[in-house]
């Protein structure tokens, strides 16, 4: 069943490139996943203590992890190829700038998460009698990449007027 209206957006940040995920009729586009899946974590590292149990303390976060496990391609009953469009999202995942993948934009309606695309994988399931490519299962999970901007956090600390005049740029030696 079709699902009119939804889409899934790729917006490649860096170069020239978007693929739509796209559920209109007639339009060759990926059917809208029935569900998206995603993952947070975050680290622990034991303390070291001179006895007993090591309590867990807190390390880092990771980033969050976005899985599509099963959308699908399909031109059956067009006459037309899927190879172009999967060379598009392919080239989301393989451009290179500066040695790694292109930082994406992804929107999902409201939704809007910076990410790369981490993990791909294509199934082609039905050809034309040209053996042209005509329907493809996609699962595929995005890794967000939060701004580091974002990350920086600054704290100002009160210092008392009589402590000031102590103070030295140097440290106190």
């Known amino acids: 069943m079709t699902r009119k209206g939804k889409k899934l957006i790729l917006i490649n940040l860096?170069?020239?490139g978007t693929f739509v995920f796209d559920v209109e009729e007639g339009d060759v586009g990926l059917p809208f996943p029935s569900s998206i899946k995603t993952s947070d974590r975050n680290n622990w590292e034991l303390a070291d203590t001179v006895g007993g149990v090591k309590p867990p303390q807190f390390s880092n976060s990771e980033p969050q992890k976005i899985s599509f496990?099963?959308?699908?391609?399909?031109?059956v009953g067009t006459n037309l190829s899927l190879t172009e469009a999967i060379e598009q999202i392919r080239a989301l995942m393989r451009q290179k700038e500066k040695g790694r993948p292109p930082l994406l934009?992804?929107?999902?309606?409201?939704?809007?998460?910076?990410?790369?695309?981490?993990?791909?994988?294509?199934?082609?399931?039905?050809?034309?009698?040209?053996?042209?490519?005509?329907?493809?299962?996609?699962?595929?999970t995005l890794l967000e990449m939060p701004d580091l901007r974002e990350q920086v956090t600054s704290r100002v600390v009160e210092i008392d007027p009589e402590e000031a005049a102590d103070f030295s740029p140097l440290g106190n030696f």
């Open 14 to 16: 860096r170069q020239s």
């Open 69 to 75: 496990d099963e959308c699908w391609l399909d031109t």
């Open 105 to 140: 934009l992804m929107i999902c309606g409201d939704w809007k998460v910076r990410c790369t695309l981490e993990e791909l994988e294509i199934e082609r399931t039905s050809f034309t009698a040209e053996n042209n490519q005509q329907r493809a299962r996609v699962s595929m």
